[in-house]
């Protein structure tokens, strides 16, 4: 019932900023809790970031101060914004929307390298 398309990836050096953008089919957009996720190669799939329907915005240690999680309701849109970024940071993001059921998207490549 819901897509979700991540676009915004890309290849950055280590201390600088992306901004990545996942937008959803539906109108009813604004009852999903919001999520980007992330996996690296050859290792499990991490949560980074959590918004609710409210607003409220949880992080993973390894993000905090660093990344921001937002949401428009009018543009069926969350984003992951992303500053300082570290070469640990190098994953695939997915966006993923939940509410009685989850839904994921193919996800966006992030590369921080020099």
């Known amino acids: 019932q819901v897509r979700l398309v991540e676009s915004g990836g890309g290849l950055v050096q280590p201390g600088g900023s992306l901004r990545l953008s996942c937008a959803a089919s539906r109108s009813a957009f604004s009852f999903y809790t919001m999520s980007w996720y992330r996996q690296a190669p050859g290792k499990q799939r991490e949560l980074v970031a959590v918004i609710s329907s409210g607003g409220r915005t949880n992080y993973a240690d390894s993000v905090k101060g660093r990344f921001t999680i937002s949401r428009d309701n009018a543009a069926n849109t969350v984003y992951l914004q992303m500053n300082s970024l570290k070469p640990e940071d190098t994953a695939v993001y997915f966006c993923?929307?939940?509410?009685?059921?989850?839904?994921w998207g193919q996800g966006t490549q992030v590369t921080v390298s020099s």
């Open positions: 993923s929307a939940r509410y009685s059921s989850e839904y």
